[in-house]
């Protein structure tokens, strides 16, 4: 991926079309009001929705002796209070005051609400989503935390998510030597190794490949989808390659062993509501509709008993 430009360079090229007589006073100024990857409360903001891009500027006026209802932000939100002062808490007791002139990274899929006290409140909030998120979201229609509980999905999730991570490098290196992306003499080999060895776990041989069948379709879903991407631009990210031979493919055999442990231990803790289960916490992991996809594909086969 190319570099961010350098935020002077960016006013420069802002800057450039404005013209300015000698005898004008003064200089034309560009000043950064806010610059950061996370929300207030320090959490990493997760990748853009994939889709169209829609920016959006709102106006948002509280009155004064106002509680706003309990909501989130599936999309990015940049809050500027250009008038009077605001409170902002989560459900979970996290606060933050602001006063005129402060500016708010806005929370992504935590329920939080506003208050205004003696004095209203004006908003102005820079909103970067898709069309089909919202500004604001219900707090019933917002994801649902992670059960605790539910350690074994939720691990098993998280080493599917960590093999989706891998795409990228693989995309790059087929993009780089015009390779297709179905490689069959590789699935064929990833396949019955897995079944050679899903014994070691107390997993039928069966089992095993159907779940890694899956994991190798969501995975050319995600390089499919990429290698489009590039296609439309004309050229892939100049960001660093992996070598597919000495780094990709031997992270990809590591994350095989622990995923077929955490198949048995997901498999072992199996539960008649494993659907529900499964897509409620699929939709509370994944903000990006395109790791989610893929991480519904991934599982097709995961709650058929085991």
């Known amino acids: 991926m190319r570099a961010p430009l350098p935020i002077a360079l960016i006013a420069v090229a802002l800057l450039a079309g404005c013209s300015a007589s000698p005898s004008e006073a003064g200089k034309v100024q560009s000043e950064v009001l806010y610059r950061t990857s996370a929300s207030w409360d320090g959490t990493p903001y997760p990748a853009y929705p994939e889709g169209q891009p829609v920016l959006s500027l709102v106006k948002v006026s509280i009155p004064a002796n106002t509680t706003l209802d309990w909501h989130c932000h599936q999309g990015f939100n940049l ?52 069309e089909q998120l919202a500004f604001s979201t219900p707090e019933a229609q917002c994801p649902k935390p992670f059960n605790a509980d539910d ?58 490949q159907a779940f890694f069948a ?26 660093p390659r992996r070598d597919l031979e000495q780094a990709v493919r031997p992270q990809l055999d590591d994350l ?31 903000t990006d509709p395109g790791l989610k996809q893929a991480l519904v594909r991934a599982t097709g086969q995961l709650c058929q008993t085991p």
């Open 79 to 130: 809050g500027y209070l250009a008038e009077g002062k605001l409170e902002v808490e989560t459900r979970d007791g996290k606060q933050i005051h602001l006063k005129a002139g402060d500016t708010l990274a806005e929370l992504v899929n935590e329920v939080h609400r506003g208050h205004t006290r003696e004095q209203a409140a004006t908003v102005m909030v820079f909103h970067a989503a898709t």
């Open 256 to 286: 095989q062993a622990v995923l077929l442990q955490n198949l048995a231990n997901f498999d072992n803790a199996y539960r008649p509501d494993c659907a529900s289960r499964l897509a409620a916490t699929i939709d509370a992991r994944a």
């Open 151 to 208: 350690s074994a999905l939720n691990t098993l999730l998280k080493g599917i998510e960590q093999r989706l991570t891998t795409a990228q490098d693989v995309a790059l290196h087929k993009w780089d030597n015009a390779q297709p992306v179905y490689a069959q003499q590789r699935e064929r080999q990833v396949l019955a190794n897995v079944r050679n060895n899903a014994w070691r776990y107390q997993l039928t041989p069966e089992r095993a």
């Open 214 to 239: 899956d994991q190798i379709e969501a995975h050319k879903m995600v390089q499919y989808s990429l290698i489009n991407r590039w296609q439309v631009r004309g050229e892939a990210p100049d960001t």
